[in-house]
C-alpha cells in the first residue's frame, strides 16, 4: 500500500523503530487552526505515517480549503484518518478536543485564541506545540505540562511583549507557512513516538530575511503562575 512504503523509507532513520511507528499509528494529533501553516502541518504528519489527524476551525470557508488540499493526500495515504471539525474555541469545547489526543498543534491566527488553547492543554495536562507568524518572521514553542511555562508566563519572559490584540492579514508567506508547518510535525513526531529530545522550556525563533536564529532557554513553569505553577506542584 502506498502508504506502508513511505512508512518503510523512514525506517532507517535514527529511533524511528518498528516500535515508534506504533505509537504513531495509534497516535492522535489535534490541529487547531486551518491556516496555512495548518495546512502544511497535517500534510507533514500524515506523510511522517501519523494515522489519526483532526482539523479544527472556526471558519466554514477555511475547512472548506483544507479539506480539498488535504484530500488528494489521503487518497495517497488511506490509512491515515484525517477529520475535518468546525468548532468555535471555547474553554469547554477545547477541553473536550485535546483531552483524548497526544499532541495539539497551534496554528491559530487569533492571538487570544493561542493564549486559551494553552490555557486548556495546561489545564488537562497535553503538549502543544505553539507557533508564531508575523511576515517572514516565525517562532516555535513547545509547551510541555510539568516541563514549560504556559504561553502567558513564556511569551513574556522570551521579551515579546507586543502580542497583536487583532489577527493577522490571512495573506501571509506561503514559504514561511510550509516551514512553520514542518518543524511542528517534527517536534509533534518526536513527542508521540517517543524519540530524539524535545526541548520544552525553549522557544525558537527564526528571521527568515535577515537570516537570525535565536534559542531563547530557561522557560521553565513559574511558581507564582496558577498554570504552569500548579501543574508543576502536582508532579
Known amino acids: 500500500m502506498p502508504c506502508m512504503m513511505a512508512l518503510n523509507e523512514h525506517n532507517h532513520l535514527p529511533g524511528l523503530t518498528e516500535e515508534a511507528q506504533k505509537k504513531l499509528d495509534v497516535g492522535k ?121 504556559c504561553l502567558r508566563c513564556a511569551l513574556p519572559l522570551a521579551g515579546i511583549d507586543d502580542v497583536p490584540h487583532k489577527p493577522p492579514s490571512p495573506i501571509g508567506v506561503s514559504a514561511v507557512a510550509q516551514m512553520v508547518g514542518s518543524w511542528q510535525a517534527i517536534e509533534a513526531l518526536k513527542i508521540i513516538a517517543q524519540i530524539g529530545a524535545t526541548q520544552g522550556n525553549e522557544l525558537f525563533k527564526f528571521d527568515s530575511l535577515s537570516g537570525e536564529f535565536e534559542i531563547i532557554r530557561g522557560l521553565d513553569p513559574q511558581h507564582d503562575c496558577p498554570d504552569c505553577g500548579s501543574v508543576r506542584k502536582r508532579k
Request: charged content about 20%; overall charge negative.
Open 29 to 149: 494529533v489535534v490541529v487547531l487552526g486551518a491556516t496555512a501553516s495548518g495546512i502544511a502541518v497535517s500534510k507533514s504528519l500524515i506523510q511522517l505515517g501519523l494515522r489519526n489527524v483532526l482539523v479544527v476551525d472556526k471558519e466554514a470557508e477555511s475547512l472548506a480549503a483544507a479539506a480539498e488540499e488535504l484530500h488528494d493526500l489521503t487518497e495517497e495515504y488511506p490509512d491515515a484518518n484525517v477529520l475535518i471539525r468546525k468548532e468555535k474555541l471555547q474553554a469547554n469545547t477545547l477541553e473536550q478536543l485535546v483531552q483524548n489526543c497526544g499532541v495539539v498543534i497551534d496554528a491559530l491566527s487569533d492571538w487570544q485564541d493561542k493564549l486559551l488553547a494553552s490555557d486548556v492543554c495546561m489545564s488537562v495536562g497535553r503538549p502543544l506545540i505553539h507557533s508564531g507568524v508575523i511576515g517572514f518572521r516565525m517562532q516555535i514553542y513547545s509547551m510541555l505540562p510539568k516541563k514549560s511555562a
